[in-house]
């Protein structure tokens, strides 16, 4: 049984949610973790344009100012996209460019932080180390964004929501989508393969799909042909065929069924031992909770009430935690679970999804149990509440 840390979203001027947030980091360990030079990664996710249920910047700010206080050398990252969202060459999040010019206007700078903000694997999403795994039922090597093999200790900042693919997006979510590169990426959510509509291609006549391969593994015959062995996924063919020519000619097979998450679940294991599960902390935010990811260009609806903050050291637990916490809650009444019960999955009415069988299934349970079996965690945790008495009225009352 693993611990998990908890500390609701009640807020007083004695104990806001930043104090919350640094008694969690308290709680795990990290003040003392923490030594002059550690180098600690900050993961989150800056979201996508037109999303306004992403983590505030205050939040990453404040665990910038914790690692700093502990004599740490803090950076702030993310990753690189794939082609889809909100504008720009290649869809907002796909080069660190753009992703970084977007993180600024959702308010994440260097200035705003209190440290460097950058890409952790690289400015096409391609600089990773390749790690293998054992016991995966599809993957084999995971593609692991550089930056993590440089970090002596890892917080994983995660906003807890829904993910079409996972069901619930949270800890596990932000460790094998969030800190792997393209080709990885590429692999979840469509099995890593771009085809040529060669009806839709113009050929040689055009070719601007050429020249933005990092990898120069597209060739033109009467039409572009893609070395699918030698593609690092990256997607920006496809984001320039489609958002610069308006050809639509590089296409892929988006992917909704229940064998994603089994994928990103493997990717997980493969970054926690790119370095070794003990460089890992984890929190979960589990505020503005709607059925989309921060990747969707879209600030939907919260499902439920905001619910507070979460903290461990086991990425099953505190994620089994936090769904079970937002099954609990109250639905909102025009949310996508209105006229559902506490206790209901919430993720399931949202994302369902159907099996081979035509079955309906519940992604973020058929996520968890996955990475119980891949050794990721447990699935039974003992949650410690914290909290902090309000003083007497008298000086350090505000
Ligand atoms: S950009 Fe699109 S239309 Fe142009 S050559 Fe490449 S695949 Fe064909
Ligand atoms: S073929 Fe397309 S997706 Fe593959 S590496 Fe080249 S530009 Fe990226």
Request: hydrophobic share 35%.
């Amino acid at each position: 049984m693993s611990k998990v840390i908890f500390t609701d979203r009640s807020a007083e001027p004695h104990y806001n949610m930043l104090d919350k947030l640094e008694h969690v980091f308290q709680e795990l360990g990290l003040d003392e973790a923490i030594q002059p030079g550690t180098r600690v990664q900050v993961k989150t996710h800056f979201g996508n344009w037109g999303n306004t249920n992403y983590i505030r910047p205050a939040y990453v700010r404040k665990l910038v100012d914790l690692v700093k206080d502990a004599g740490g050398i803090p950076f702030v990252t993310e990753t690189c996209g794939l082609g889809y969202g909100a504008g720009g060459r290649y869809g907002g999040r796909t080069t660190a460019i753009e992703y970084l010019t977007m993180a600024a206007h959702h308010g994440f700078t260097e200035a705003s932080m209190g440290a460097p903000l950058m890409m952790a694997d690289g400015y096409w999403g391609t600089d990773v180390r390749t790690v293998s795994i054992e016991g995966g039922d599809f993957v084999e090597t995971v593609h692991v964004a550089s930056a993590v093999l440089d970090s002596d200790i890892v917080i994983m900042l995660t906003h807890a929501k829904g993910h079409g693919l996972g069901g619930l997006g949270g800890t596990l979510k932000n460790l094998g989508i969030g800190l792997v590169g393209k080709r990885s990426k590429s692999k979840m959510h469509f099995g890593g393969d771009f085809t040529i509509n060669e009806e839709k291609c113009l050929g040689p006549e055009c070719g601007k799909c050429m020249p933005v391969c990092p990898v120069n593994c597209i060739s033109m015959n009467d039409k572009a042909v893609i070395d699918n062995d030698s593609c690092m996924g990256c997607s920006h063919c496809r984001s320039i065929c489609q958002s610069v020519v308006k050809a639509k000619a590089v296409q892929v097979v988006w992917r909704a069924n229940e064998e994603q998450a089994h994928v990103f679940v493997e990717n997980a294991v493969g970054v926690v031992n790119s370095i070794g599960r003990d460089k890992f902390y984890y929190i979960n935010l589990a505020i503005d909770i709607s059925d989309k990811c921060d990747c969707w260009n879209v600030g939907a609806p919260l499902l439920v009430h905001d619910i507070g903050i979460f903290g461990s050291r086991d990425p099953v637990a505190i994620d089994q935690a936090t769904l079970d916490a937002i099954n609990d809650a109250v639905p909102n009444p025009n949310s996508a679970v209105a006229g559902l019960e506490c206790g209901e999955p919430k993720f399931m009415t949202a994302h369902a999804c159907k099996d081979k069988s035509g079955e309906i299934i519940h992604l973020a349970e058929n996520q968890l149990a996955h990475a119980k079996k891949m050794g990721l965690g447990s699935r039974e945790y003992e949650l410690v509440t914290i909290t902090k008495e309000k003083p007497e009225r008298g000086s350090d009352w505000p």
